[in-house]
C-alpha cells in the first residue's frame, strides 16, 4: 500500500508559477516511476510528466520547456514546477505512483486553475 498527499494547487494568473508537491508514504520501496496526470473539465486525465526510477523524465509535448518534474534524494517525493502557466493549464493535478507490480497508486488530486 501507498499513500499519496498533494499540495500547491491554487489560482496563478497567466504567465505565473506553482509548484505541486507529492508525498509518498507505505511500501515506497516497490515504486517504479512517479507522476503527475491532469484532468481538465469534459477531457480525459492525461499524462503531464513522468520520473522514472532511474531519473529518466518525460513530458506531455504542450508542457515541455514549460513544465520541470523531480523527486527528493529518498525517491519518496516527486514535485513539480509550473511555469509561464497558460489558461488551458486549468486542470485537477494528480499525483500518480506505478508500481513495479503494474499496480498504480493515485493522488486526491489538487486543483489548478489558471485565470485573470
Known amino acids: 500500500q501507498v499513500q499519496l498527499v498533494e499540495s500547491g494547487g491554487g489560482l496563478v494568473q497567466p504567465g505565473g508559477s506553482l509548484r505541486l508537491s507529492c508525498a509518498a508514504s507505505g511500501t515506497v520501496f516497490s515504486i517504479f516511476s512517479m507522476a503527475w496526470y491532469r484532468q481538465a473539465p469534459g477531457k480525459q486525465r492525461e499524462l503531464v510528466a513522468a520520473?522514472?526510477?532511474?531519473?529518466?523524465?518525460d513530458y506531455a509535448g504542450s508542457v515541455k520547456g514549460r513544465f520541470t518534474i523531480s523527486r527528493d534524494n529518498a525517491k519518496t517525493s516527486v514535485y513539480l514546477q509550473m511555469n509561464s502557466l497558460k489558461p488551458e493549464d486549468t486542470a485537477i493535478y494528480y499525483c500518480?505512483?506505478?508500481?513495479?507490480?503494474?499496480?498504480?497508486?493515485w493522488g486526491q488530486g489538487t486543483q489548478v486553475t489558471v485565470s485573470s
Open positions: 500518480n505512483v506505478h508500481m513495479w507490480s503494474q499496480y498504480d497508486y
Open positions: 520520473i522514472v526510477h532511474d531519473g529518466v523524465t
